[in-house]
C-alpha cells in the first residue's frame, strides 16, 4: 500500500504533524484487551449499580421507568437502522426518512399541533431552542417561565439565554400551581413557558395562559416531560399552545442514567421556516412514487452557517425510532391504556401515602408523579430508603437546593411498580418517619 | 426529466421496465405508511385494565383526537423490517461519507450499553447506588483527557454541535470573567468550516468573520494575525481540517491567538486520524468537542444519538458546565449544581450515558497501541484511494498525502455535462453509499471520501476500481449512467423542489371524495 501511496513509510503521511508535538510513544494508557476481558470489567462496573427493574422503584422528575415491548430493542439494532448516517441520500435512505414521517406525524397528533420535527437532543434542550425560536417569531427577547417548571430545564433555557443575550424571568418554585404567570405577561414579552404536568406533577390548565400571551403578542411554550401523559390529558395544542417542547424518552427509550433521550417539538405549520432541526417532508421520486426528503434545509446551519435557525446536526435518529416502533405497537388505544395504568396506581399508591402520619400529598391534580411533603429532609430519607432497599423517588432538593422545599419528594408511579412495590413502600416510609 | 439542477422535473417510465402488480419489484418491497394500514380498535402491548377509581385529572381529560392507529407485534415487524430494507448501512457496505467517519460499530459495546447496571439505572436515583455508572464517568473522562493532554473535561453534551456550544459558552463566560464580554464579539472561523461552527458562535451572539485559507487548503499564520485583535474572543479552527489536511501550522496559529488574548476552539470531528499520533494540548488548544460517534465507533443510527465530550485546558476548566464527577468524602460523587465560575448548566441530567459505555468499551478493546493503529490505518487507507484516483479524478491541493479522508473537486467532470451529484448518484448503482458532496464550501463540487480503518484491501481495491471504472466512464461521455441516476435504487431522485414548496410534513387523512368535489 505504501509503495501504492508513494511514500517509504507511514511516519511520512504524518508528516504534517509539527515534530515538536509528534507523539514518538504510545499513550499512557492500557492495551487492547480481549471481548472477554473488556465484558468483565464493564460487567464489573454495571454491577455496583442497582437497577431500577430489581427494587420497588419510584422515581421520575424527567425520566420514567415504563415497559418497553422486546420486538422495539430488536427492531433498532437491525444494521440498516443502526449503522446507517442521517439520510442524506433519500434514495438509499428510504427507510429512516420513512420513519421519521411516521415520528413527526405520531408526535404532532400526540401533542396536537400541527407539525413536529425529526428530534432534538431531549426535552431540555428542546425546551431552550423553543425559547430561542418564540424570540425569532416575535422579536422580542424576554422569556417568563414558570415555577412549575423542571429546575433542570429552567437551567437550560437560562444559561442559552443569557449567553444569547436574551432574558428568561424564572419565578418561584410553584409547588401549589397557584403563580399569578398571566400578571407576568406584558406587550416586551416574548413568551411563556409552562410545564404541564409540571415538575410537581400538577396539571396545569394552559387556556387562560395562552390567551393573555395572545392579547400581549407572546406565544405560550408547552413543556411536558411525559410524554406518555398525553394519552389521558387534554394536549397542549387544544389549549392554545404555539410551541410545544417536551421529551420523548418515556415511550420507547430506556432509563439509561440520563441519556440518550430524544426531545420533541412541534409548532403550527406557520412557524416552521423558524424551528430547529430536521424536517422529513413527502414528495415523489423521478417516476412519480411516493418518497421522503428532509426539507427545508435553509434553516439548518449545514446551509445557512452563521444565520441558521440552530446549530443542531446530530440528533436523536434512533431513539426517535423507538419512540415510533414503541407508539406503533400501542396505537392510540394502548397508549391510553397504558395511561390509564399509570394514573390509577398513582392514584391509589397517593391515597395510602396520604394515610401515614408525616407525608401529605400537596397536589389537586396529577397523571403518574405528585409530591409529597415529608416531616425532615427528604434527600436524608431517600438516602434512608434507599439503604433499605427501597428506592423512593426523587427530592426535589436535588434539582433546586435553594429552593426552600427540602421536605417535599417527587414520587412516580408507572404500569412497572406493582401492588407489591407500593406496599414496600409505603411500610419503608412509615419505618423512617419519625411520627 | 431532470432539471438544471440533476433534479427530477416529470415522471419517467420505469427503469426496470418489469412492472408487478404489487409495485414491489423481488425483495424490494413498496411499504404503506402505518397510517394507511393499522386500525384504530387495535394495540399491540399487553395491558391490565384498572378497576374503576376516581381520576385526579382536574378536569384536564384528553378531548382532542388522537388518530394514531395500533400494530400488531407481527404486523409491527414486518412494517420495520421493510422499511430497514430500503436503507444502506456500514454493515451492508463501504460508507465512503467523509467527516462523518463509518467504521465499523463493535456488537460489544451494544451488548455492554445493555447491561441492566448501565441502561436500567435513573439519573436521579441517590448516588450511593450508582457508584459503578460514576466510576465508568470518571474513566472515560480518564481516557479522553489522557489522549488529548488537556486539563479537564465536560461530558454533557449531547452531539457535536453541543460540545462546540459547551466550548464556546466556556469562552464566553471566561471572557466575562475577564470583564471583556463588551469588547471581544469576535470570533474567526475559516471558510472551509462545518455549518456548525458559524452556527454556534452565532447562536450565542458572537460575530463571525471568515478567515481565507491558502492556495494548499490550510490557516496561514499571518492571516489570523492580520485579524486578530482586542475585539476577538476566539478562532474555530477543525484539525485535521475539512479538506482532510493536517493544519502544519497550529501551533503558530494558537500562540497569535493567545498573544492577542483569544482562545482556542479546535473542532474535534476529526480527531480520529491523530488519536496516538499527537495530543491536543500540545497544540495549544483550549477547548475541543470530541464526537464519540466518529472517533469512537458508536453508531450513528441514521442520524443520532451522538455525544459530544469537550476537553479543556487549564485555562477553561473551571468554567465547565454542571454535572461532573468528582471524588468525594465517601466514594465519587456528581457535582450537579454551578459553583465558582462554572458556567451552568446546559441539559438535564449527565449526558450520554448510552455512548459513554459503548465508547469506553471499544477504546478498553483497542487500548493506547490499538487506538493509534486505528488512526494509522485510517490514514494509509484514505491514502491509498487519493493515490489510486488521483490519475483520473481531480484533487484541488495537488497530489500531497492527506489524513483520513481525500478530497477531490469537478475540475476533471468539465466538460462532460456530469456533474458531482450525478457522480455520486451513479455509486449508489453500484452499491456504494455516495461520498460527502459539496463540502466542504470552498472547494467546486467537492467529493470527500474517507474510508476508515474498517476496510480491508480487498474492499478498498474493489471500490477504487469501480470508481475509475465511473470516472471513465463519465470522461467518455458516457452520461446516462450519471444524469438519471440512480436506476436501481428503491427510488430514483427525489423532488427536493416540490418537498420544500409545498411543505408535507406529517401524514393527514385523505379528503372523502364527496367532500373533495364541493
Ligand atoms: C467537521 C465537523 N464538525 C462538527 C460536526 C457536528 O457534529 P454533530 O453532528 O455530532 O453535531 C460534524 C459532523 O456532522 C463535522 O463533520
Not at chain 1, 398571566?182 to 413568551?191: N, P, R
Not at chain 2, 430500503?86 to 460499530?105: E, F, Q, R, V
Not at chain 2, 449508489?428 to 467529493?447: N, R
Amino acid at each position: 500500500m505504501l509503495a501504492r501511496i508513494g511514500v517509504a513509510s507511514l511516519d511520512e503521511l504524518f508528516a504534517d504533524i509539527p515534530a515538536a508535538q509528534r507523539l514518538e510513544g504510545l499513550l499512557d494508557l492500557p492495551h487492547g484487551a480481549s471481548e472477554m476481558a473488556v465484558e468483565r470489567q464493564l460487567g464489573a462496573l454495571a454491577q455496583r449499580n442497582v437497577a431500577s427493574g430489581s427494587v420497588p422503584f419510584f422515581c421520575g422528575a424527567g425520566a420514567y421507568r415504563h415497559h418497553v415491548p422486546a420486538s422495539v430493542d430488536h427492531l433498532i439494532q437491525r444494521s440498516e437502522f443502526l449503522t446507517s448516517y442521517t439520510p442524506y441520500q433519500p434514495e438509499i435512505t428510504q427507510g429512516t426518512l420513512q420513519y421519521l414521517f411516521e415520528f413527526q406525524t405520531q408526535v404532532a397528533a400526540l401533542t396536537g399541533m400541527e407539525v413536529a420535527n425529526a428530534s432534538m437532543y431531549d426535552g431540555s434542550t428542546a425546551a431552550a431552542e423553543a425559547v430561542l425560536m418564540a424570540h425569532r417569531l416575535t422579536k422580542r427577547h424576554k422569556a417568563v417561565l414558570s415555577g412549575g417548571l423542571h429546575p433542570h430545564y429552567a437551567e437550560t433555557i437560562r444559561t442559552l439565554s443569557h449567553m444569547a443575550g436574551a432574558d428568561a424571568r424564572l419565578l418561584p418554585a410553584d409547588p401549589q400551581a397557584d403563580e399569578d404567570i398571566m400578571a407576568q405577561i406584558d406587550a416586551e414579552t416574548s413568551c411563556v413557558v409552562v410545564q404541564s404536568p409540571d415538575v410537581f406533577g400538577n396539571l396545569r390548565d394552559l387556556r387562560a395562559i395562552a390567551a393573555r400571551a395572545h392579547a400581549q403578542g407572546a406565544l405560550l411554550i408547552a413543556v411536558f416531560t411525559e410524554v406518555m401523559a398525553l394519552g389521558l390529558i387534554e394536549p397542549p395544542g387544544a389549549m392554545g399552545a404555539d410551541i410545544v417542547a417536551g421529551e420523548g424518552q418515556s415511550i420507547g427509550n430506556g432509563l439509561n442514567f440520563g441519556g440518550p433521550y430524544v426531545g420533541l417539538m412541534a409548532t403550527r405549520q406557520n412557524f416552521v421556516r423558524q424551528m430547529p432541526g430536521r424536517l422529513c417532508g413527502e414528495t415523489v421520486d423521478a417516476e412519480g412514487r411516493r418518497g421522503f426528503v428532509l426539507t427545508l434545509s435553509t434553516r439548518e446551519q449545514h446551509i445557512r452557517r452563521d444565520k441558521a435557525t440552530s446549530n443542531i446536526c446530530t440528533n436523536s435518529g434512533l431513539c426517535a425510532l423507538a419512540f415510533t416502533i414503541h407508539m406503533s405497537l400501542l396505537g392510540a388505544k394502548g397508549l391510553r391504556q397504558v395511561a390509564l395504568v399509570n394514573h390509577a396506581r398513582a392514584v391509589a399508591l397517593a391515597k395510602k401515602l396520604g394515610a401515614l402520619a408525616g407525608v401529605e400529598v400537596i397536589n389537586q391534580s396529577f397523571f403518574n408523579e405528585f409530591a409529597v411533603r415529608v416531616a425532615g429532609d427528604a434527600r436524608v430519607l431517600v438516602e434512608r430508603l434507599a439503604t433499605a432497599g427501597v428506592l423512593a423517588g426523587v427530592p426535589y432538593a436535588r434539582l433546586a437546593p435553594q429552593a426552600g422545599l427540602d421536605d417535599i419528594l417527587l414520587i412516580a408511579v408507572t404500569e412497572t411498580s406493582s401492588d407489591d412495590d407500593a406496599d414496600a413502600l409505603v411500610a419503608a416510609l412509615a419505618g423512617a418517619l419519625p411520627c | 426529466m431532470l432539471n438544471n439542477q440533476g433534479r427530477p422535473t416529470q415522471p419517467e417510465k420505469a427503469s426496470a421496465g418489469h412492472r408487478t402488480f404489487t409495485g414491489n419489484r423481488g425483495l424490494q418491497m413498496e411499504e404503506a405508511l402505518i397510517f394507511e394500514t393499522g386500525r384504530l380498535d387495535v394495540t399491540g402491548v399487553d395491558c391490565e385494565v384498572p378497576a374503576p377509581f376516581g381520576a385526579r385529572l382536574g378536569g384536564l381529560e384528553r378531548r382532542a383526537a388522537l388518530d394514531l392507529p395500533g400494530l400488531s407485534e407481527p404486523e409491527a415487524m414486518r412494517h420495520y423490517v421493510r422499511l430497514s430494507q430500503k436503507n444502506y448501512s456500514i454493515d451492508a457496505g463501504l460508507y465512503p461519507l467523509g467527516s462523518c467517519t463509518m467504521k465499523h460499530n463493535p456488537r460489544l459495546n451494544e451488548k455492554m450499553a445493555r447491561l441492566p447496571g448501565f441502561s436500567d439505572i435513573h439519573p436521579l436515583q441517590p448516588q450511593s447506588t450508582v457508584q459503578g455508572a460514576l466510576a465508568l464517568l470518571a474513566e472515560l473522562g480518564h481516557w479522553l483527557t489522557t489522549m488529548t493532554g488537556m486539563a479537564a473535561v465536560s461530558l454533557v453534551p449531547k452531539a457535536g454541535a453541543h460540545g462546540e456550544l459547551c466550548g464556546m459558552m466556556a469562552i464566553k463566560a471566561a471572557i466575562a470573567a475577564r470583564g471583556e464580554a463588551a469588547t471581544r464579539r469576535i470570533v474567526l472561523v475559516p471558510d472551509s468550516a462545518h455549518g456548525t461552527n458559524p452556527a454556534t458562535a452565532a447562536l450565542i451572539g458572537f460575530e463571525v468573520r471568515a478567515v481565507p485559507a491558502r492556495a494548499d487548503g490550510t490557516v496561514d499564520p499571518a492571516a489570523v494575525g492580520a485579524l486578530m485583535g482586542p475585539d476577538v474572543a476566539a478562532i474555530m479552527l477543525t484539525n485535521p481540517n475539512t479538506c482532510g489536511i493536517f493544519e502544519r501550522d497550529i501551533v503558530a496559529i494558537a500562540e497569535i491567538i493567545h498573544a492577542g488574548g483569544g482562545y482556542f476552539y479546535c473542532d474535534g470531528a476529526n480527531f480520529n486520524a491523530i488519536v496516538g499520533k499527537t495530543r491536543t494540548g500540545d497544540l495549544g488548544v483550549d477547548a475541543m468537542h470530541i464526537n464519540l460517534h466518529k472517533t469512537f465507533s458508536t453508531p450513528h443510527g441514521g442520524g443520532g444519538p451522538g455525544s459530544g465530550p469537550v476537553v479543556l485546558s487549564a485555562r477553561l476548566a473551571a468554567f465547565a458546565p454542571v454535572p461532573f464527577v468528582r471524588a468525594g468524602a465517601t466514594g465519587l460523587e456528581l457535582v450537579e449544581h454551578a459553583e465558582g465560575q462554572s458556567f451552568g448548566r446546559m441539559s438535564a441530567f449527565h449526558g450520554q450515558m448510552g455512548m459513554f459505555v459503548r465508547a469506553l468499551a471499544y477504546m478498553l478493546s483497542h487500548g493506547a497501541d490499538g487506538l493509534r493503529q486505528a488512526s494509522e490505518d485510517a490514514v494509509l487507507n484514505a491514502n491509498y484511494v487519493r493515490a489510486a484516483l488521483n490519475d483520473v479524478m481531480s484533487s484541488p491541493f495537488g497530489a500531497r498525502p492527506c489524513m483520513h479522508e481525500a478530497l477531490f473537486d469537478d475540475e476533471w467532470l468539465k466538460g462532460t455535462g456530469i456533474t458531482t451529484l450525478d457522480f455520486a448518484k451513479a455509486m449508489i448503482d453500484e452499491g456504494y453509499h455516495p461520498m460527502t458532496m459539496y463540502f466542504p464550501l470552498v472547494v467546486h463540487g467537492a467529493m470527500l471520501i474517507e474510508p476508515t480503518e474498517s476496510e480491508s484491501l480487498a474492499s478498498l481495491d474493489l471500490f477504487i476500481m469501480t470508481l475509475r471504472d465511473l470516472a471513465f466512464s463519465a470522461k467518455r461521455g458516457e452520461s446516462e449512467r450519471f444524469t438519471g441516476a440512480p436506476h436501481l435504487a428503491p427510488r430514483r431522485r427525489l423532488d427536493e423542489t416540490r418537498a420544500a414548496r409545498a411543505p408535507k410534513l406529517r401524514w393527514t387523512p385523505p379528503v372523502p371524495v364527496a367532500e373533495a368535489a364541493e
